[in-house]
């Protein structure tokens, strides 16, 4: 977790953001509320699925024709992203926000060279003439630790390893000196010596540049080791909103806790793994109440109802009501 910076202002808001699929499934991502504050990171979790990829795609306008956002905001330093023309989210995509993709090799342009690549942020947003902004795109796959930068820069992705496009696609996202990153499951193709790697620079980048970012991962030791605040998403819904110790220590929804359970532990070489019943719903047939409350080991009635959005205290919410009552106790999986 990122030291200091309790007090740090947010920097961006999501607030009440309704994501339809029309003619297939209102509410298909429904009154989602977070938040992600200066020099911290903030992680989306959840299954597949659940909306989180939608959700940032959200932020910067790149959802696919066939969704579209239906109510909410979504203010980044003072500014609603949401009442923006395509044109001025332009101004906004690679500059101030950077994007680190899942795919780096469907992400990045075949036919221009990694460093014209990343140049062309700096040429666009900066103003720079060609030759200035591929010296300083040396100088970031320097910083990204790709090695012989100077004849890598002329190298096209397929000549690289999945390891190094997502360095350049981190070099390309920090190339304007962003405030907020937002990486959409940026170590999934990655094996994992790859991935403690990727990992370790997006920390050392975000200490260095006092980057926010919103990470989007399915891995809770990704959650554990580098996040500071944690939304847990379900079907479209947030079920918690907590802090990093708050989910592991004291989980406030059954999904949470449900996620940690299914997470092997260090000395349970021969032990059974713990699965939650189903599958996340599709689209078209989420429930009307609680959309967890099929595959919830805790539930009862009125479980099946609509569960409001209800605070605990601290910043932390949970749409559970048993549990914000206090007549459920979760067990998180660093408590005895």
Known sequence: MTPGHDTARPLLSVEG?????????????????????????????????????LTSMS????????????????????????????????????????????????????????????????????????KTALARARELLERVGIPNAARRIGAYPHEMSGGMQQRVMIAAAIACEPRLIIADEPTTALDVTIQAEILALLRDLQRDLDLAVLLVTHDLGVVADFCDDVVVMYAGHIAERTTVDGLFYDPAHPYSSALLAAVPQVGQARSRL?????????????????????????????CGERQPDVSLGDGRRTRCGRVASGELTLQGALRG
């Open 274 to 302: 713990t699965v939650i019943p189903g599958r996340v719903p599709s689209a078209g047939g989420l429930p009307a109440g609680c959309r967890f409350e099929p595959r919830c080991a805790h539930a009862q009635s009125p």
């Open 59 to 130: 932020i910067l306008g790149l959802l696919p024709a066939s969704v579209r956002v239906s109510a909410g905001s979504v203010w980044f330093d003072g500014v609603d992203l949401l009442t923006r023309t395509p044109r001025q989210l332009r101004r906004v995509r690679g500059g101030p926000v950077g994007m680190i993709f899942q795919e780096p090799m469907s992400s990045l342009n075949p036919t221009m060279t990694v460093g014209d690549q990343i140049a062309e942020a700096r040429r666009l947003h900066l103003g720079e003439r060609r």
């Open 17 to 53: 953001l309704t994501i339809d699929l029309p003619g297939v499934q209102p509410g298909l991502v429904e009154d989602v509320t977070f938040q992600v504050r200066e020099g911290h990171c903030t992680a989306l979790i959840g299954e597949s699925g659940c909306g989180k990829t």
